[in-house]
């Protein structure tokens, strides 16, 4: 059984920072691309940010210049750095990725439970 698990949000004032790391566990053979998504109240669920294993990244056009994702391939972890931030952030934050584990041997994309980010005065 392979899971993710998410850590490190929470409130914050406007301009604040935030980091999220999500940690992937399990009887896992390979991660691909690992990433990080939002889902505002009421709204779809809309793409952050996404890293490959070979640590080329893509961004949201709206959390450029101020969100950062990064992975240590050997904890089969992502960090998001998010800088800035607006009120416009809020949402609920899940981690995915795409991962092959040992009792499939085929790729499945995984998402972790969700961590609630709110900027507020």
């Known amino acids: 059984q392979v899971q993710l698990v998410e850590s490190g949000g929470g409130l914050v004032q406007p301009g604040g920072s935030l980091r999220l790391s999500c940690a992937a566990s399990g009887s896992i053979l390979r991660i691909n691309d690992m990433g990080w998504y939002r889902q505002p109240l009421g709204k779809e669920r809309e793409l952050v940010a996404t890293?490959?294993?070979?640590?080329?990244?893509n961004y949201a056009d709206s959390v450029k210049g101020r969100f950062t994702i990064s992975r240590d391939n050997a904890k089969n972890t992502v960090d998001l750095q998010m800088n800035s931030l607006k009120p416009e952030d809020t949402a609920v934050y899940y981690c995915?990725?795409?991962?092959?584990?040992?009792?499939?041997?085929?790729?499945?994309?995984?998402w972790g439970q969700g961590t609630q980010v709110t900027v507020s005065a």
């Open positions: 995915n990725a795409k991962m092959i584990p040992r009792t499939r041997w085929f790729e499945a994309s995984y």
């Open positions: 890293i490959t294993s070979g640590g080329s990244t």
